[in-house]
């Protein structure tokens, strides 16, 4: 018996099984992705690392349970060399990719397009004196594989992913044995073997409910409360001056003169495009040399 609803699109489903020691989350992300996809263009085999990224970080934002933000960052030197996915306590979700557009051809999967690397994990929020992060080193093919390692060696907690991406959505499923309970390896292997069988068809387009009975129809699971997911960028022009202020002075009004009185920032995120004159800017800010940095805020 499957007990539980969920909204039609962009979602978390908790559930557990009432007479194993196993817990699930079920997320699909359907307009979020859409109106990611839209603003920014991106090749099938980086849209299938990024779609996954992007559902595996919301399994992971479920458990988060304070007012900051969850970041999962792909680090890379390879063609694919940046991927990130940020989820607030809100629930807004926005990411993007950064790579060599004649350099991925013909490339698949995690190492392939990325090389050497890491996956960082980080949480910050205002109670916090400093981040949390966890790093997990790129030694795997697959986000599912890196993820599930990282579970088992810095969590102690055996855990499952099933991932799957499409043009229209990104969604996934997460299977976790209960921490504390009496191991059961026997039912953690049946359940996982079911879901085994899953199509990614099934798992990007079916109802929670209907998907957990189709998988375990002779088990009681209950479905809790869902998450509701949307897509949110939080680029600002004042965000996006402070990020200018980090910027060599010389290299700014170089732009400036160059582009008659005008410098273009676009956010790498959305795609929005902010203007800034001579007039907008307060030299006596600016740092003397150049910064490196990520992706911007």
């Not at 991406?165 to 953690?188: H, W």
């Amino acid at each position: 018996m499957i007990n539980g609803t969920s909204p039609k699109t962009d979602y978390l489903d908790r559930f557990i099984f009432d007479e194993l020691p196993i817990r699930g989350e079920r997320v699909i992300l359907e307009h979020s992705w859409q109106e990611l996809l839209l603003r920014r263009s991106y090749p099938d085999n980086v849209k299938k690392l990024l779609g996954e990224l992007m559902a595996t970080t919301a399994l992971l934002s479920a458990t988060i349970k304070i007012e900051g933000k969850l970041t999962v960052q792909v680090q890379a030197k390879g063609a694919l060399d940046l991927l990130v996915v940020q989820i607030s306590h809100l629930k807004g979700v926005r990411a993007v990719a950064r790579f060599d557009k004649e350099g991925i051809a013909g490339l698949e999967g995690l190492k392939e397009l990325c090389g050497e690397g890491h996956i960082v994990i980080t949480i910050d929020a205002p109670t916090f004196k400093e981040p949390y992060q966890g790093v997990i080193p790129l030694i795997d093919n697959s986000i599912k594989e890196a993820i599930e390692r990282y579970f088992a060696t810095s969590e102690q907690l055996e855990t499952t992913l099933y991932l799957a991406t499409s043009d229209q959505a990104a969604a996934g499923m997460l299977l976790q044995r209960l921490p504390g309970e009496m191991p059961d390896e026997a039912a953690f292997n049946r359940v996982n073997h079911l879901a085994a069988t899953m199509q990614d068809e099934e798992l990007l387009e079916l109802p929670t409910k209907e998907l957990l009975y189709r998988l375990y129809s002779e088990d009681d699971i209950r479905v809790f409360e869902p998450d509701s997911y949307h897509f949110e960028c939080t680029c600002s022009k004042e965000r996006t001056l402070s990020m200018i202020y980090q910027l060599n002075l010389d290299e700014v009004k170089s732009i400036l003169a160059e582009q008659e009185d005008a410098l273009f920032v676009d956010c790498e995120f959305c795609g929005k495009r902010y203007l800034f004159k001579e007039s907008d800017l307060d030299f006596s800010l600016f740092k003397s040399e150049a910064s490196e940095s990520g992706a911007s805020d």
